[in-house]
């Protein structure tokens, strides 16, 4: 009997209009700063006629990657609320998938922007086993104090009674086919805003690994310190951190190079410095293991994984030979492949939009011992 599961931070799954722009450039989209607006209800008209324009194209290439994933169960991340998750799924995944996703869960957590994790689930696996919620919990209340984990190298900004999770921790205990399987899904802290000279990577770390902290705690105060790893669990979503990366030098003109830089401190050390769990993208061959290309300027490029199924020790064990599937369909046209990675961009793909996502779809195929 085997579950297949995904991951995907569908970048900003919105259902309201964002009009700060108008006052504040840094959030006014690039095409408006072509043409001279003369007023503020001008701005609002333009931009709300650009979101909904723009939008279909991206959304239905978001349906196409989620669609070849062939997911049980959907893990997301960057959904506004139960509404827009709702109408996306019934205006563009039932079009490309049918009537799959009938479960749907999803708790509003702390984003400042309004964005949360979220879950949709098939009612029964695609062999036949039904898939049933025993329970749901959201762990967006947690605060540092809670768990012991405050410390000044989090940040002067940072409180003790701050909550740790910078969206939520949802928590979903599920029977697949009578067995027990308990997935947690995460958006952990981004690497932006560096500080005092520091990388925004290096700046924000430690709130992430304060939220690995956090998830490890939870699912070993669940199961047991002695236990936890050898239970039926997974980690999903955009972490927001990555153990190894690919440097990419080069431009189109001149070609790429593919440059790997393994073993780089990480925030997700927390899940793996012990055997805890086990990211199985690492059973594939090093240059393919990246799920967004990050770029700023020809001096700035790599390759990198941000988007994870982290397997329980146990449940690891018992799939030695699952592999992630990645979805790369999605990705613009200027992300750069190395070289035998290259695939069929889905139809009206763009050189930076449309796109499915910044991030790619990950998916795997599990056996529940």
Excluded at 154 to 163: S, V
Aim: some cysteine.
């Amino acid at each position: 009997m085997s579950i297949r599961i995904a991951t995907f931070n569908i970048e900003n799954l919105i259902a309201r209009f964002d009009f700060t722009g108008y006052r504040n450039q840094l959030k006014s989209d690039r095409v408006l700063k072509l043409f001279e607006i003369k007023s503020e209800a001008d701005y609002q008209r333009l931009e709300a006629a650009r979101i909904v324009s723009s939008t279909d194209d991206t959304r239905q290439l978001s349906a196409l990657a989620i669609a070849d994933t062939n997911a049980d169960i959907l893990c997301l991340q960057e959904v506004d609320n139960m509404e827009a998750l709702k109408a996306f799924e019934y205006g563009y995944l039932f079009r490309m998938i049918g009537s799959g996703y009938r479960q749907k869960y999803l708790v509003e957590g702390n984003d400042s922007r309004g964005i949360d994790v979220a879950v949709l689930m098939r009612e029964e696996t695609r062999d036949g086993q039904p898939i049933e919620l025993r329970d749901v919990t959201s762990h967006a209340a947690l605060t540092y104090h809670d768990l012991g984990l405050y410390h000044p190298g989090l940040g002067e900004r940072i409180r003790p009674d701050d909550r740790i999770f910078k969206r939520d921790c949802l928590e979903l205990d599920l029977r697949v086919g009578g067995r027990p399987l308990t997935v947690y899904v995460v958006h952990f802290k981004s690497m932006t805003n560096g500080r005092d000279g520091v990388d925004g990577r290096t700046s924000t770390m430690p709130i992430r690994e304060a939220e690995a902290k956090a998830v490890r705690h939870i699912i070993e105060n669940r199961f047991g310190p002695e236990n936890a790893s050898r239970r039926n669990f997974v980690i999903c979503g955009d972490m927001n951190d990555y153990q190894e990366r690919i440097d990419v030098i080069g431009d189109r003109r001149s070609g790429y190079d593919y440059v790997p830089r393994p073993d780089l401190p990480s925030a997700l050390d927390v899940f793996s410095h012990d055997g805890f769990a086990e990211n199985p993208m690492l059973r594939r061959e090093a240059l393919d293991r990246w799920t967004l290309y990050h770029a700023r300027g020809p001096e700035e490029q790599h390759l990198c994984q941000l988007d994870y199924i982290w397997l329980s020790s146990g449940l690891a064990e018992a799939n030695p030979k699952a592999l992630p599937e990645i979805i790369r369909n999605g990705q613009p046209f200027r992300t750069p492949f190395p070289p035998g990675q290259e695939v069929e961009r889905y139809p009206r793909t763009g050189w930076d939009r449309p796109k499915a996502s910044d991030h790619c779809p990950i998916a795997i195929t599990l056996h529940l011992p």
